[in-house]
């Protein structure tokens, strides 16, 4: 295993210091500017998530498709991501990982306009759509499409299973001891319950689920930050500052170069709101809309929530702290700084325990939907059954896996993910409006 890890890394070094860097923010700065700004119309997309849907094809409301974005998103990534971008590459991976957000807002619709551009329907009325409908109808390349479902794939049992139940079980045996092998199978039995219902009944879930923890989370912050209120300004000014400087020192926190900030802050933003990886274009082309343009608005709002809103605050939240605790960020893991953040509010640590757990279990739920129609595209409905019993399994399997491994596998998996999507973005631009 060690020697599979060391291997992973080795590659993942040669990938994300450079390479993917270069064609994500490439390609989040060409939509930006091609698009028009289409960030600017993020008010209208979260306007449009709220109303009723008048479309007529499709098997979901745009606020399920929505919200199944957000469960697969809003992760650990949004907690334990964000520190651990601060830990490895400084605060000013803070910025890059917002600058993602911002820039791949663009990056989210494109990607969403295409998906319900070219999605289709199944004989049962179900529709099917993303960047494995998009290589193959618009670029008529079937095997680059049967290589976007296959890290598909591999991704829902890595990025959206192991490293969410992993997470799960960390939590729950450092603050009620409990037995990494129970709280597995627990949480196998609690999202295969929900998933063998299909789009809508993970719809129904993520509806009620996604705003209540949301909302929550971001209260606890809010919190924090007004505790914190003297430290706030110059907590932004060291983000700025230091992710420009070759290098950035904290009371005792030590952060890295510019290009190791932009590498975890890049790598860790995109990890969240998944922009440039194409997931949110298959929930998307779910969603009841006769309208690319205004579902991929609404699918682009859940890059800002997730990383625009949430990582940008849970950053504040933990710069802040440092600032304000200087000696608290000494010695202290990854994950640890957030916790450390948290112990300012009363029951801080198991309000942050039960949010991870939470987000964590939003992510199982909708990754599971990504990787479900990854086998419909490769193998039939046939293959649905036995994914979700190998999913559910993973779960359990995913709760006792090293956390290192886990995450190495994650960044893998998604720069496979990106390099097809991606390649279907740039050939097929002209073809996205930015208007209705």
């Known amino acids: 295993m060690n020697e599979i890890l060391s291997v992973i890394k080795d590659i993942n070094k040669l990938l994300w210091n450079g390479p993917m860097l270069l064609i994500l923010l490439a390609t989040h700065l060409f939509l930006t500017f091609r698009l028009k700004f289409i960030q600017k119309k993020i008010g209208k997309g979260i306007r449009l998530s709220t109303k009723s849907d008048s479309g007529e094809e499709g098997e979901t409301s745009s606020f399920a498709a929505l919200t199944t974005t957000l469960a697969a998103t809003l992760g650990i990534g949004n907690i334990i991501g964000v520190s651990t971008a601060v830990a490895m590459g400084g605060p000013g991976a803070i910025l890059w990982i917002w600058l993602t957000g911002v820039l791949g807002m663009a990056t989210t619709y494109a990607e969403c306009y295409l998906g319900i551009q070219y999605r289709r329907i199944g004989k049962d009325g179900t529709y099917s759509g993303g960047p494995m409908y998009v290589l193959e109808n618009g670029l008529h390349s079937k095997p680059l499409a049967v290589i976007y479902c296959f890290f598909t794939l591999a991704a829902s049992y890595g990025v959206g299973c192991s490293t969410q139940s992993n997470s799960i079980t960390d939590v729950t045996s450092n603050l009620w001891g409990f037995s990494p092998y129970l709280v597995g199978f627990i949480t196998a039995l ?62 005792g926190f030590i952060g890295s170069t510019i290009k190791t900030a932009a590498r975890y802050g890049i790598a860790r933003g995109l990890f969240t709101n998944e922009a440039g990886i194409g997931t949110a274009a298959i929930a998307a082309a779910s969603a009841k809309t006769d309208n690319p343009h205004n579902q991929a608005l609404v699918s682009m709002s859940a890059t800002f929530w997730d990383t625009v809103v949430m990582c940008g605050v849970t950053g504040l ?82 709760a006792i896996l090293s956390l290192e491994f886990v995450w190495e596998l994650s960044d893998l998996l998604n720069a496979f993910m990106i390099i097809p999507n991606v390649l279907s973005i740039w050939l097929l631009y002209r073809g996205i409006r930015c208007t209705e």
């Open 190 to 251: 609690f999202t295969g319950l929900v998933i063998i219902g299909g789009i809508k009944s993970i719809g129904n879930i993520c509806t009620r689920l996604v705003p209540a923890m949301g909302f929550f989370y971001i209260l606890a912050c809010l919190v924090i930050l007004v505790l914190n209120y003297r430290y706030l300004l110059p907590a932004i000014q060291l983000i700025v500052r230091s992710a420009f400087l070759p290098s950035a020192m904290v009371g």
């Open 317 to 398: 939240v933990i710069v802040s702290n440092i600032l304000k605790n200087p000696l608290s960020a000494k010695g202290a893991s990854a994950s640890e700084l957030t916790t450390i953040a948290f112990e300012q509010i009363p029951f801080g640590r198991y309000i942050l325990g039960l949010s991870i757990i939470a987000f964590a279990t939003a992510t199982l739920i909708g990754w599971s939907y990504f990787g479900e129609k990854a086998v419909v595209y490769l193998f039939g409905k046939e293959g649905i059954g036995t994914y979700r019993i190998c999913y559910i399994v993973m779960i359990f399997i995913g």
